[in-house]
């Protein structure tokens, strides 16, 4: 004999279950998001959220833009993949667009953040052996996010990291963020690159300090050392350029781009400067690396961002979140307000960061997504398109959220 469940109860219990049939990495709220579109996005529930995240500030236009959903249909019912071995139209045009946004000669195209890191190390070694007598030693930083494959987790600068998945890949060395002597120390005759995010995402918005990136730029040059800068976050207007070098006034001679470019889907890219295209045949590849599908989304996406009326505007955006989010600061005691362009973070005088997420998911009837990437800070990344009205609706929740939280 069985008892009729509540409705209640039956979705406690669903919720309960969200996780069965998942291997465990993460633990996720109690929701299933079913829709979005720009800013906005909707649970089984039927509750609606502001989300200031955005896919991890991969949804550059926002959740589903019909941009991204027309290059989609148009190519998916040409051509999806005729194989990496190949060329296809979007990846030319793609790898063309890129080459002429900046001081890049070259593109090489593959599906994840970590992937294309990847990419850019064996890029650097190859050089290495080719150029530098076999020097392979890559310098990252302190704090860094680099990815999860094993090296990449090797390379990053999270605490523990380095050790986790035992044996890890060897030939990483440490510096220390904003430390030029840091670096100075660090380098051997094995170093070849310097890898670093110019703003650190993951870490919690760490801006690096101009002054230091021009002296690393001069001491990489002097010594015969790649400058690697990882982009995935940065990248395609985030940072209210095309790329976040050019808020630094320098030039890298690597460049990874991810998670902003794709929109919403996978594509990556490692872009590098013709003197370092030294790959042989066979070195690098991936089934999926360059595929029409994911090429004309990032054609689209590219075209749409990196134009100066689409950057103006982010900019303009930017600076309309900075001033709501100092409002926050004076009102609540905060420590401080940081960012580049639509990358910002709140600082907060205690690690309550995480309370404050979930109590801004909690609001009714009209919920605020955001991310903590530390205990104590509060991450924002929305569409590159967030339009001021909702900068505003989005203060005024995280306000009600800080409040509940705070007393
Ligand atoms: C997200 C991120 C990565 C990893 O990208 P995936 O696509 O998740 O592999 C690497 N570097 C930075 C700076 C990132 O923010």
């Not at 509750?47 to 249909?73: C, F, M, T």
């Not at 593959?110 to 850019?120: D, L, Y």
């Not at 609540?332 to 910002?344: D, P, Y």
Request: with cysteine; hydrophobic share 45%; aromatic share 6%.
């Amino acid at each position: 004999m069985t008892t009729p469940l509540s409705q209640d109860s039956a979705t406690a219990l669903a919720d309960a279950d969200l996780d069965r049939d998942l291997i465990t990495v993460t633990t996720r709220p109690d929701t299933v998001f079913v829709d979005g579109q720009g800013s906005w996005l909707t649970d089984e529930g039927g509750k609606r959220y502001l989300d200031l995240v955005q896919g991890w500030a991969v949804n550059s236009l926002g959740h589903s833009p019909p941009l991204i959903a027309e290059a989609l249909a148009r190519q998916s019912w040409r051509l999806l993949n005729p194989s990496p071995a190949f060329h296809n139209r979007p990846m030319l045009d793609l790898a063309r667009r890129l080459v002429s946004l900046g001081c890049f000669d070259r593109v090489w195209f593959g599906s994840s953040g970590a992937e294309v890191n990847e990419a850019a190390v064996k890029l650097a070694r190859r050089w290495g052996q080719r150029m530098r007598h076999g020097a392979h030693e890559v310098i990252s930083f302190d704090g860094a996010f680099h990815g999860r494959t094993l090296a990449m987790m090797r390379a990053s600068g999270k605490l523990g990291w380095d050790s986790v998945f035992a044996p890890m890949p060897a030939g990483f060395a440490r510096a220390r963020f904003n430390d030029i002597s840091s670096v100075e120390r660090a380098i051997t005759p094995a170093s070849v690159a310097v890898m670093i995010e110019l703003v650190q995402g993951e870490a919690g918005v760490n801006l690096a300090d101009p002054g230091f990136v021009r002296e690393l730029r001069a001491l990489t040059t002097e010594r015969q050392l790649l400058l690697i800068a990882d982009e995935v976050q940065t990248g395609i207007g985030r940072c209210g350029r095309a790329f976040a070098h050019e808020l630094f006034g320098i030039e890298p001679d690597l460049m990874t781009l991810a998670k902003g470019i794709g929109g919403g889907v996978p594509l990556a890219a490692l872009l590098c400067k013709e003197s370092f295209n030294c790959f042989a045949p066979g070195d690098q590849g991936g089934t999926y690396g360059g595929n029409p599908l994911m090429a004309s989304v990032g054609l689209a996406v590219v075209n749409t961002v990196c134009q100066d009326g689409f950057l103006a505007q982010v900019r303009l955006r930017a600076g309309h979140l900075a001033r709501g989010l100092q409002a926050l600061v004076q009102d609540h005691g905060l420590v401080a307000e940081r960012g580049a362009g639509l990358l910002r973070a709140l600082v907060l005088p205690t690690d309550t960061a995480p309370q404050v997420v979930a109590a801004a998911q909690a609001l009714s009837p009209v919920g605020l997504l955001i991310n903590a990437p530390r205990p104590n800070v509060l991450r924002f990344m929305p569409a590159l398109t967030i339009s001021d009205d909702e900068i505003d609706q989005g203060m005024k929740l995280l306000h009600e959220a800080l409040q509940v939280t705070m007393t």
